[in-house]
Structure formats: structure tokens, C-alpha cells
């Protein structure tokens, strides 16, 4: 063998394991990337959906305000109670009204948060309208 083919045949493996460390370097880079990028994902889908879930029992609460006032006021046959019978002067219009903008807002960050419950929003907002 010649001194050439000692030299060259010395630097093949140094050329192949440096080509192998970067190439293994960018892998894990890459694959880090990635799971840094699920996990802020993840986090974003998740802090969404408990917000919508929040969302959720608030129109929830807010439906059961407005159908109670509108049922009250048409069982007693009364805008509201009258202020002496109890001594509140509680309103069931005014109750209504009160509450309508909050179900309203609530209904509307709904539909922005999640446009594919758009459509679940949309029908507890058209029965609303339709109650009133």
C-alpha cells in the first residue's frame, strides 16, 4: 500500500462519522422543533377549549336567566312583581333585559373561539330571539 492509500483510507471513516454527527444533529434538532411546536399547540387547543367550556355553562346559566324571567312574567301575567308584595320591586322585563347582552357575549366569543359550534351558538341565539 502507498502512503496515498494509507492517508486516504485513514480519512474515509473521519468524513463518514462527521457527515453521520451533523446529520444526527440536525435530526434531533428538527424533532425538537417539532415537539416544541405540538407542545404549543396542545397548550393553545387546550386553554381554547376550557375557555369554551367555561363559555358554555355561562350561556347555559344565562339561557336558564332568560327563559325563567319570560316564563314568571307571563305566569303572574306581570311585567314584575309589584314593588309593596315583596318589598324588591324585582322586574322580570327588566331582569330580562339585564341579561339578554351578557347570553349575547357570551354567544359571540363562542362563535369566535369555535366556528365549527357556530351552529350550536346560532340555534341557542334565534330561540332566545324567538323567546323574546
Known sequence: ??????ASAARFPMRFLTIAVILTGVVLVWLG???YKSYREIRT???RDFRIE????TIMLWD???????RMAAV???????????????DWERRYKDHEKQL????????????Q????????????????
Open 45 to 47: 387547543i387546550k386553554e
Open 76 to 90: 303572574t301575567g306581570e311585567k314584575g312583581l309589584e314593588a309593596g308584595a315583596t318589598g324588591r320591586g324585582d
Open 104 to 115: 349575547e357575549e357570551a354567544i359571540q366569543e363562542v362563535i369566535e373561539l369555535a366556528p
Open 1 to 6: 500500500m502507498t502512503s496515498v492509500q494509507t
Open 117 to 132: 359550534a357556530s351552529a350550536m351558538a346560532q340555534q341557542t341565539d334565534q330561540a332566545n330571539r324567538a323567546l323574546v
Open 33 to 35: 422543533w417539532g415537539a
Open 54 to 57: 367555561q363559555l358554555r355553562g
Open 64 to 70: 336558564e336567566v332568560l327563559t325563567m324571567s319570560a
